[in-house]
C-alpha cells in the first residue's frame, strides 16, 4: 500500500487492469506452417505496474491531490454469490479463456500490492462495499473502465472515457433499477422482456402501474365477451417505484419473484448489503 498515512484511497479495479496488462503481453507468432501464442510474465507485471502508476498520477492530477494515495486492488473470487440465485449468470463466459500469465501475474500482485478478495463476491462489490463503508478511511475513488459502476454511490475516475464523476444514492437507486429493466444478457440476465434503454429511462422519469381490465366486445364475431387487456395508471401515493417495475414485469409476463433476482443479479454491493460478521451477501430487497 502506498502512503499508508494519506486521506486519499484509491480502489482500483484489479480485474479490468490485470487483464489490459497481461492482454498487451501477448504475443504471437507464425512458424509458417503453425502458429504459437506467448506471454513473458516478467513484462505482463511490469506493464501492470506501468498501468496503476499511470492512474495514480491521472487522478492526483485531475483531483490537485497534495499527497500520493492509499492503493487497493480488488479483484473476483473464483466462487460468485449470483449464481445461487440465478444459475445462467455469466454462464456464457465459461468458455472464455484469460490472457496468458493472467493467474500467475495476479499471485505477485498480491504479494506487492494492498489487495482486496473476499470470497463469493465478484471484483465489482468489493469495490462498491469497500467505497460505501467506514473499514477504509477519507476520501475513496474507484478507478476503473468500466462504465457499470454508476449503481454505486460514490466518486469514480473512468480511466477510458477519461472522465471523473460523482454519482449520489438517488442516482446510483436509478441506475439500479434501469439496470433490473434493462437487463444484461452479457452477464446473463434479460430484465424485463420487451424493456430496452429508452423505454426504460421513458418509465423511470414518470412511473406508470400497469393493470389488468375488463372490456367487453362491442362488435364483431366476439361481440358480448369479455377480454383482459393491460392498461396505464398512475401510481396511488402509497405505492412505491418497486410496485411500478414489477407491474412492468407482470405485463410481460413475469412475477414478482423473477422480477426480484433481476433486481438482485443487477445490483453491485454496498456496504448494508454485506454481513461483515459471517462475511455473505445481503442480497437486495425493496424497502
Known amino acids: 500500500m502506498r502512503n499508508a498515512n494519506s486521506s486519499v484511497a484509491l480502489l482500483i479495479d484489479g480485474d479490468m487492469a490485470l487483464y489490459m496488462a497481461t492482454t498487451s503481453a501477448e504475443q504471437e507468432i507464425n512458424w509458417g506452417e503453425f502458429w504459437t501464442l506467448h506471454s513473458d510474465p516478467e513484462e505482463a507485471y511490469s ?6 502508476q499511470k492512474l495514480i498520477m491521472e487522478v492526483s492530477e485531475k483531483l490537485k491531490l497534495e499527497e500520493e494515495p492509499r492503493v487497493y486492488v480488488a479483484f473476483t473470487d473464483a466462487v460468485n454469490w449470483r449464481k445461487d440465485i440465478l444459475e445462467t449468470y455469466k454462464g456464457n463466459r465459461k468458455e472464455k479463456r484469460k490472457p496468458l500469465c493472467y493467474y500467475l501475474v495476479r499471485d505477485r500482485v498480491v504479494e506487492n500490492y494492498e489487495t482486496l478478495q473476499v470470497p463469493t463476491l465478484e471484483g465489482d462489490d468489493v469495490l462498491g462495499i469497500w467505497a460505501t463503508s467506514p473499514h477504509i ?3 475513496k475513488i474507484i478507478v476503473s473502465g ?3 459502476f454508476k449503481t454505486i454511490p460514490g466518486e469514480f475516475w473512468d480511466y477510458l472515457r477519461k472522465k471523473f464523476f460523482t454519482i449520489t444514492e438517488e442516482q446510483a ?3 439500479h433499477m434501469l439496470q433490473t429493466l434493462m437487463g444484461d444478457v452479457t452477464d446473463g440476465y434479460g430484465g424485463c422482456p420487451g424493456m430496452g434503454e429508452g423505454r426504460a429511462e421513458s418509465f423511470l422519469k414518470e412511473p406508470w402501474i400497469w393493470h389488468q381490465v375488463e ?15 393491460w392498461k396505464q395508471r398512475p401510481m396511488e401515493p402509497e405505492e412505491t ?3 411500478a417495475v414489477v407491474s412492468c414485469f407482470a405485463k410481460a409476463g413475469k412475477d414478482a419473484a423473477y422480477a426480484l433476482v433481476q433486481a438482485q443479479v443487477a445490483r453491485i454491493c454496498r456496504s ?4 461483515f460478521k459471517n462475511r455473505k451477501v445481503i442480497p437486495w430487497t425493496p424497502s
Do not use: A, C, H
Open 137 to 139: 478511511k477519507g476520501r
Open 215 to 229: 372490456r367487453e366486445m362491442k362488435s364483431g364475431p366476439r361481440k358480448g365477451q369479455l377480454v383482459t387487456e
Open 146 to 148: 468500466d462504465k457499470d
Open 272 to 275: 448494508s448489503e454485506w454481513d
Open 47 to 52: 506493464l501492470f505496474k506501468v498501468n496503476i
Open 241 to 243: 417505484l418497486w410496485d
Open 173 to 175: 437507486d436509478y441506475f
